[in-house]
């Protein structure tokens, strides 16, 4: 008798047309390489605006795949969304484009509001659109932990945390999220949304911490740590969030909501004079040459304390877990942004340049 073809095989085979949103940035790059490779019998489209945050370069080992399209466009442009579902008539969207740096939000909240809020609305609305003609249609939704707001000392975020937004990049999430799952309450369209904690890994746009930091080290310029750099951040390697976002697409139930997080706290601080250290390393300097760097700026407004993810539901239900320890995946990160700083150098001329001398970072 033959051996029935086992779940995973059966995926495989199986033909879905899947619409990934922001699928040039830095999660999303990693989360279409993904699909794109484990499931060559589906076909993903990967649909982006490429701001300043996506670069089809994040792409390349992948542009020339037969399962795989790219088309430019802005989520927050309702006929543009909707004509592209109507054409496309795909079976699930993975949704991950977003304005997506706090800083910026507290520079310019209205363009949060528009792509985040507005962009996630008019995803949904074409999606109930869709789901006239697709029973089985699912929109998953990619959020963030800082939903939750700010924890003191101890405690973790769980899935039924009240939600308490504090920066504009937040509460624009939070404003998604509420309205993905009025979705699914009023007009029983099938979503489910997963809030992950701090990703990190090749081809994050170098104006976040871990990225910022290496680059002004490479520079040799201050490497800027917000007030005393007591703030906590809880970080996840970003193959690992990929792996999740694939076990939640495939086995989440409908309505839920799942919590993501490497169980993995740091202080900025200590953070970052690691990243000095393997910079020494990497780099064949006298201990401390990195270290020398740091230095303390003004805080960020509203800068929340500490964020830390309880991630038990995802691991009991769906057996996910981290797989790569903190050293490891900062050493691989690393290595990276070493072999790639012609990448680095291209991401950080044009609009950012004018960004980065106007910012925290000259202070
Ligand atoms: P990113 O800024 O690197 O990428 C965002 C992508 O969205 C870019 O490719 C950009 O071009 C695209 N985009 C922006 N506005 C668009 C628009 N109007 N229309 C179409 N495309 C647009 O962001 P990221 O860090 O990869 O985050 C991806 C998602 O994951 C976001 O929804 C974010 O909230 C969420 N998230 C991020 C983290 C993290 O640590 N980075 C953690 C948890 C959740
Ligand atoms: O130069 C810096 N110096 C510094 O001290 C920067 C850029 C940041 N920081 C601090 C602020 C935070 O406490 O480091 C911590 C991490 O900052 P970011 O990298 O900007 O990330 P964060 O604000 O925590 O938000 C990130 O995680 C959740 C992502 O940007 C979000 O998209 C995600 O949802």
Same mark, same amino acid.
């Given at each position: ?50 701001? *300043? ?11 020339? +795949? ?191 909501? *799942? ?13 970052? +004079? ?80 004018? *960004? ?8």
């Amino acid at each position: 008798m033959a051996a029935k073809p086992d779940f995973k095989t059966c995926l495989i085979t199986m033909t879905k047309k899947i619409l990934i949103t922001g699928g040039a940035g830095f999660i999303g790059s990693h989360v279409v390489r993904r699909f794109v490779n484990h499931y060559p019998g589906y076909k993903i489209i990967n649909l982006d605006l490429l701001t *300043y945050a996506g670069n089809l370069e994040n792409l390349k080992d992948i542009e020339r +795949k037969p399962n795989y399209e790219f088309i430019k466009g802005d989520i927050a442009d309702s006929g543009f969304v909707h004509s592209l579902i109507a054409e496309h008539q795909p079976d699930a969207i993975i949704h991950l484009a977003a304005e997506s740096h706090v800083d910026r939000s507290i520079l310019n909240p209205l363009s949060f509001v528009y792509t985040n809020i507005v962009g996630t609305v008019n995803l949904l609305n074409a999606s109930l659109k869709r789901l006239e003609s697709s029973p089985d249609f699912l929109f998953y939704h990619i959020s963030t932990d800082e939903v939750y707001g700010s924890l003191g000392k101890d405690g973790f975020f769980t899935e039924v945390t009240r939600y308490d937004p504090r920066s504009p990049y937040s509460s624009s999430k939070a404003s998604s999220d509420h309205l993905v799952r009025a979705y699914f309450h009023t007009y029983q369209l099938p979503v489910v949304i997963s809030n992950c904690s701090n990703n990190y890994g090749p081809n994050q746009f170098p104006e976040k911490l871990i990225p910022l930091s290496l680059n002004n080290m490479l520079h040799e310029k201050p490497v800027p740590v917000y007030g005393k750099g007591e703030n906590v951040r809880d970080w996840l390697y970003v193959e690992d969030h990929a792996a999740a976002i694939d076990l939640v697409f495939h086995r989440g139930k409908a309505g839920e909501t *799942y919590n993501i997080g490497g169980h993995n706290e740091w202080h900025n601080i200590d953070l970052v +004079k690691l990243l000095s250290k393997i910079m020494d390393k990497k780099l064949g300097k006298p201990a401390g040459f990195h270290e020398r760097l740091i230095t303390y700026v003004k805080d960020r407004a509203g800068h929340d304390l500490r964020y830390a993810i309880d991630a038990s539901k995802i691991k009991n239900e769906l057996g996910w877990l981290p797989s790569l320890q903190f050293e490891e995946g900062l050493e691989k990160t690393v290595d990276w942004y070493l072999e790639n700083r012609d990448w680095l150098s291209r991401v950080t001329s044009g609009e950012y340049a004018n *960004y980065y001398q106007t910012q925290y970072h000259t202070r």
